[in-house]
Nanobody
Framework: VQLQASGGGLVQAGGSLRLSCAAS????????VGWFRQAPGKEREFLAA????????NHADSVKGRFTISRDSYKNTVYLQMNSLKPEDTAVYYC?????????????????WGQGTQVTVSS
């Protein structure tokens, strides 16, 4: 499975972005997918995850109410809708897939990782 994250960019505080995680391989539809981010000098942070069916989600408290994960199985794509962005949301955002469908916050449980997309929020 190869993952391609996209949709990052420069946005003003209070704005919105929608990140996409597109995957190759038919088995992707049976994997849980998570979004993480890493800012310079900081540890990788869990944001949200979704089960293979899309019926179960897990959002970090730090982004709950602002970020929403969803998936379109027909398009083999998982999205992260980000609203009310803040300068502290500036980071490289990664998507990752877990073949065991655990939609966990633990990054070590994800086997496949995309290359990351940069999100910069200006004040």
């Amino acid at each position: 499975v190869q993952l391609q994250a996209s949709g990052g960019g420069l946005v003003q505080a209070g704005g919105s972005l929608r990140l996409s995680c597109a995957a190759s391989g038919r088995t992707f539809s049976s994997y849980a997918v998570g979004w993480f981010r890493q800012a310079p000098g900081k540890e990788r942070e869990f944001l949200a995850a979704i089960s293979w069916s899309g019926s179960n989600t897990n959002h970090a408290d730090s982004v709950k109410g602002r970020f929403t994960i969803s998936r379109d199985s027909y398009k083999n794509t998982v999205y992260l809708q980000m609203n009310s962005l803040k300068p502290e949301d500036t980071a490289v955002y990664y998507c990752a897939a877990d073949p065991s469908n655990r939609y966990s916050a633990l990054s070590l449980l994800y086997r496949y990782w995309g290359q990351g997309t940069q999100v910069t929020v200006s004040s």
